[in-house]
Each structure stands twice: as structure tokens, then as C-alpha cells.
């Protein structure tokens, strides 16, 4: 049945809906402006009063207007109240966190986190970070401080919420700085260590090599000093030698000296003698002439042509020993000239003999002009002698190069040369490689050359084969 | 005694050289010309005309042989001693040695002597030396004055 309802009832309804209407829209508001502290509400069980939570206005003004978010939790989490800075934080009603669990806003990293703090928050106060996602997506870091709460005969527990984030993001820069600076530092310090180290062992080198460098000096210092000492001695040694030397070379001057002197002294005294015998000889010829068988003064010439050749050694050994002690005079003598002045004593023995001479222009040399003249006599005389069986002989005479600055001379025949195994006893004092038969000579002529030439400071040397002729070499200064 | 005057006088001390010299000089024929004494004092004697000699007649020999190595006064002092001497110094002299000496040689000829003979091993060539010594001196070359000629006779002033 639908009843027309009077119109002045419908206004009245009307009047008095908008009286608890606005009524009930003062005391939401006054409610709302904490200026409530509870509500009666009369409802079937009878009236019933509700105190609001929060009741004190300074408590709640202080909770909803401080900076930090503050939270109240059940035990296992649920948020049963959020302050407005909290809901801010996340950028969310009130409305849509109260009621949620809290770890619903936590990051799922930090959960193991959350659930440690809310256990510890149940035996004491504790605090701990927590990322948080924000409705936008950030994630906040935020600083929960917990601690227990008894409300209504509850155990509740209450948190106040700090955003660290950006002091935690300063913090995590400044840590970066840090750690940066200190690692950095330790670099700077290895470094420096390193380079202190690095000093260290360069001066310990430094110091090693100047030790090094002293000691060095110091051995430098000794060694000087051994070879000073080691000059002196020698010096001394080679003054003592210069000395020996002399002394020996005196000596020998003096036995040589001895020697020509006794070889004088008694082929001098020889001589008497020997004169006296040919005299006699000479004498007794002559007495006995015509009284003498034919062996007889076949014996008579024997004994005078022996005395004979005595007397040809005697001269020659006197000469011999004459020539080691005259006095030499060197000059500068033409070779050429003196070879023709030699060569025209020989034209004699050269007559109706067909020797072919070969004297190319010789230098001319340093020696003593009379003692050299002896020795070309005797070698060019030589080659003479023991050319007589050759027709055509050849007789030659140059030089052959040059020996420790003198010039080699030689003279080269083709005559009956020498057996070259014997050819060292050629220069002996009367050393002879004929018989006398074969060829006349006392064996000195050689002996002579070899005496001058070395008393020249030259040298004496030949070179033959039996039949093939001999090559005689000497060597003398060039004169200038 | 009388002793003839000669005029050679040879100084040798070598009985045996004295004999070689005089077969020499008889070849020459000059043998008889011949004095002979063995050593420098003797020679001196003689010269001096003393001692065995003191007696023997004045006059110098036309020359001396003079060997050089004899005992006593030997023949460089008996040199030395003529040739310092005015009254013996213009007698030539002659040394006869076996030195060839060259010590010998300038010594001699640094006294004066006037002439120097080696004695050669070969007789003959002593044979042909000693005559033309002797034929030299004691017949060719003018003795000085005061002293025997050959044969004998002393030259004067003519």
C-alpha cells in the first residue's frame, strides 16, 4: 500500500533528518576536531559509550603533526592506526595503510628485517631500517623505532618512522667518499710507501755503491801502490841487469882482449923459431950441397916447405888475432871502388882463365875501409880458388835484400862448393872442408871475414851443395 | 987487445938469430963488418967505449942492428939512450925484430930510428933483406962523420 504520506509530515521529517543530519555532521566534526572525547550512542543493548581513541587533542595533534611517521602494530604486524606523516611517506590515504600489514609496504628484501625487528621489538625497545615502497613506486628507506605498547588491556606495539632515505642516501654517498677517500689514502699511502721503500733502497744502493766506490778506491789506492813498488823493482831490477850486463860485457871484452893478446903473444914467439928453422934448413942446404942423396934433400925441401907452411898459419893467425884488436874506424866507403881495387890484386891468378864476372852498381856502405877490404880479398879470392876446375867460371857478386835494417852482399861462384852438412864449421878458425892437396889455404880466411862482419854487427852465412858452387852472404849498414 | 974497428954492430940476444944474420950478410960479404954483442949494456958498453970495451978504438958504427926484445937493457931503452945522446944520435940505427908490434913500430919511430925491419920467417927473403941492409947502410949511404966505413976505415973529414 503506498500511502500518500501527508506533505507536512514529509516536511516535517524533512526538518527534523536535516536537524540530525546536521547534528550528527557537527558532532563528526567535532569529533574530527578532537573536541570529542566519546560517544554515547543509545542502541538496542542500551546506551553505550565510545571513547575515542586519541582522545587527548594535544597527544593527537602532537602524533599527527610531527615529522615522523608513527605507526601502531598489532604483534604480528597489522597497522591498526597510522599517523598522517606516515600516510604521507608513502603517499597514501590513511585509510588504504590502516588495516594492511605492514610488511605489505616493505620491501621484499627487508622482510627477514622486519620480522627480527618486530620479534625483537616484543622483549624491548629496538630499532632497525626498512625499505618501504612508496605508491608511486620509490623506494624510501625508513627508520623504525619500535616498542611495546599496552592499550586496552592489549600488547600492542608502537613505531615511530624515520625517512633516512636521503640521509642514508648522503650517508652511502659519504661512505662512497669515504671509502673512495680512504682507499685513495691507502693508494696515497702504499704509494708513499712504496716510494719511501723505493728511496730506502736506493739510498741503501746509494750507500752500497759508495761503498763500493770507497772500496774501490782503497783496492785502486793498494794497487797504485803495488805497481809503484812493483816499478820500482823493476827499475831496480833492470839497473842491477843494466849493471850485470855491463859487468858481463867487460868481461867478456876482457877475455877477448886475453884471448887475441895470448893468441899474438904466441904466434909471436912462434915465430922465432920458426925462422930459425928455415934459416937453418937454408944454411944446411947449402953446406951440404952436392953431398945430399936424392933423399936427402928431398927431406932437406920437406922439412923446409912444412916450416914454410907454418909460417903461412903463424902470419895468418897473428893476422887473425891482429884484426879482433885494431882499432876500427867506420866511414862510409864505395863499395864498387874497393871490389875493383880487390879485384885488380886477383888479375894475376885470373890470367888465361875464363871467369865471367857479374858485379851489378852496389851500395855503398858504413864499415872500416881496410877490414872490409880484407873481406872481399878473402871471399872474392875464395871464389877464385874454387872456381879453377870451371870453364867458363862465374863468379857473381849483389845484394840479396835487407836483414834487421842492414843490407844482405853476397858472393856466388860455380865452383866445387862445400858439402852444406858441414857448411857451420866453414867460418871456424881453421876449420877446412878440402884437403890442402885440393886447394892451398890455411882454413882463416873465414874465420877473418866472420870476425869483422860481426865486430861490424852484421851477420856471415853461406849456402852451397858438393859441385853446385856456394853463395857466401854477409849483411852491413848502408851509409847515408 | 986489439980490436979492429967495424962498422956494423948488431945487438941480439939469440945466439942462433946472430948466426941466420951473419951466413946473411956473408952472402953480402959483409960478415967481417960485423961486432956482435948479446944484450942492450953490452951494447951501450961498446958505444960508450966502456966496461970490456973501454979499450976498443975510437970511432962510431956506420949503423946498428938493433933487436928489440932482450933481456936486461932491452933494445927500445938501448934506442931511447942513442938517440938522446949528441954524441950517438946521428948513428943510424936499424931495429931487426920479429915485432910487428904497432906499439913497437911508432915507439921506435917516436925515438928516431931510421929504419924498421920485421925479420921474415922465409930465409931467403931475410937473405935479400939483410943484403940490401947491408949493402945500404954500410956501402951506398953516407955514414955520418966519426964513424967506420966498410973495411975499416974511418971516415974523416975529406
Known amino acids: 500500500m503506498t500511502t500518500e504520506r501527508p506533505k507536512n509530515d514529509l516536511a516535517a521529517e524533512l526538518t527534523d533528518l536535516r536537524l540530525r543530519l546536521a547534528e550528527a555532521e557537527e558532532t563528526l566534526n567535532a569529533i574530527r576536531n578532537g573536541e570529542v572525547d566519546g560517544l554515547v550512542v543509545a542502541g538496542t543493548d542500551g546506551q553505550q559509550v565510545f571513547t575515542l581513541q586519541g582522545a587527548q587533542e594535544p597527544y593527537r595533534l602532537l602524533i599527527e603533526q610531527m615529522s615522523e611517521g608513527a605507526l601502531t602494530l598489532s604483534r604480528d604486524g597489522v597497522i591498526l592506526y597510522a599517523n598522517q606523516p606516515f600516510a604521507k611517506m608513502l603517499q597514501m590515504p590513511a585509510g588504504r595503510i590502516i588495516g594492511e600489514a605492514l610488511r605489505d609496504f616493505v620491501a621484499p628484501a627487508d622482510h627477514p628485517a622486519l620480522a627480527d625487528l618486530l620479534k625483537a621489538a616484543l622483549s624491548g625497545s629496538t630499532s632497525g631500517d626498512v625499505s618501504v615502497h612508496t605508491a608511486d613506486g620509490t623506494v624510501i628507506l625508513l627508520r623504525l623505532g619500535l616498542s611495546q605498547l599496552q592499550l586496552g588491556g592489549k600488547f600492542l606495539l608502537c613505531a615511530v618512522a624515520t625517512d633516512i632515505t636521503l640521509e642514508n642516501k648522503k650517508e652511502v654517498e659519504l661512505q662512497h667518499l669515504s671509502d673512495d677517500l680512504e682507499a685513495r689514502i691507502a693508494e696515497r699511502t702504499a704509494d708513499l710507501a712504496a716510494s719511501q721503500l723505493a728511496i730506502m733502497s736506493m739510498m741503501e744502493e746509494e750507500i752500497e755503491s759508495r761503498h763500493a766506490m770507497e772500496t774501490a778506491n782503497r783496492n785502486l789506492m793498494q794497487e797504485i801502490t803495488k805497481r809503484k813498488l812493483a816499478e820500482e823493482q823493476i827499475r831496480i831490477l833492470n839497473m842491477e841487469l843494466e849493471q850485470r850486463v855491463a859487468e858481463r860485457t867487460a868481461q867478456l871484452d876482457a877475455a877477448n882482449r886475453e884471448l887475441e893478446a895470448f893468441s899474438y903473444s904466441v904466434s909471436h914467439d912462434l915465430r922465432a923459431p920458426l925462422r930459425h928453422v928455415q934459416g937453418y934448413v937454408d944454411m944446411l942446404g947449402r953446406e951440404a950441397e952436392g953431398r945430399l942423396s936424392e933423399q936427402g934433400r928431398h927431406y932437406m925441401k920437406t922439412i923446409g916447405d912444412a916450416s914454410l907452411e907454418m909460417g903461412v898459419l903463424i902470419d895468418d893467425l897473428l893476422a887473425f888475432s891482429r884484426m879482433g884488436r885494431a882499432d876500427m874506424t867506420e866511414t862510409k866507403v864505395n863499395l864498387d871502388t874497393l871490389v875493383q881495387d880487390s879485384l885488380h890484386v886477383f888479375e894475376p891468378a885470373t890470367r888465361g882463365r875464363n871467369i865471367v864476372w857479374k858485379i851489378p852498381p852496389l851500395p855503398a856502405v858504413q864499415s872500416d875501409p881496410a877490414m872490409l877490404r880484407l873481406v872481399l880479398d878473402n871471399l872474392l879470392g875464395n871464389a877464385v880458388k874454387f872456381t879453377r876446375p870451371r870453364d867458363p867460371a862465374h863468379i857473381e857478386m849483389g845484394c840479396a835484400g835487407t836483414e834487421d835494417g842492414r843490407v844482405i852482399l853476397f858472393v856466388r861462384d860455380n865452383g866445387v862448393g862445400f858439402d852444406p852438412q858441414y857448411g857451420h864449421k866453414l867460418f871456424g878458425v881453421f876449420q877446412r872442408l878440402h884437403t890442402t892437396e885440393q886447394f892451398e889455404g890455411t882454413g882463416i880466411g873465414l874465420a877473418n871475414v866472420r870476425r869483422i862482419i860481426t865486430r861490424h854487427g852484421g851477420r856471415t852465412w853461406a849456402e852451397g851443395k858438393i859441385n853446385e858452387g856456394a853463395t857466401f852472404y854477409f849483411t852491413l849498414k848502408t851509409a847515408q | ?158
Open chain 2, 1 to 158: 987487445m986489439n980490436i979492429e974497428l967495424k962498422s956494423i954492430l948488431m945487438v941480439d940476444d939469440s945466439p942462433r938469430d946472430v948466426e941466420l944474420t951473419l951466413n946473411a950478410l956473408a952472402q953480402s960479404n959483409l960478415a967481417n963488418e960485423v961486432v956482435i954483442v948479446g944484450d942492450g949494456a953490452d951494447a951501450l958498453n961498446y958505444l960508450y967505449r966502456r966496461g970490456s970495451f973501454a979499450a976498443r978504438p975510437v970511432g962510431n958504427p956506420a949503423v946498428v942492428l938493433l933487436d928489440l926484445k932482450m933481456p936486461l937493457v932491452n933494445g927500445v931503452e938501448v934506442l931511447r939512450l942513442i938517440k938522446s945522446d949528441p954524441q950517438l944520435k946521428m948513428i943510424p940505427v936499424v931495429v931487426m925484430t920479429s915485432s910487428r908490434e904497432e906499439s913497437d913500430l911508432v915507439t921506435s919511430y917516436e925515438l928516431g930510428v931510421n929504419a924498421y925491419i920485421v925479420k921474415p920467417v922465409n930465409f931467403q927473403e931475410f937473405v935479400t933483406a939483410v943484403k940490401l941492409l947491408g949493402s945500404f947502410w954500410a956501402v951506398v949511404n953516407e955514414p955520418p962523420p966519426g964513424s967506420v966505413r966498410a973495411k975499416g976505415k974511418v971516415k974523416n973529414e975529406e
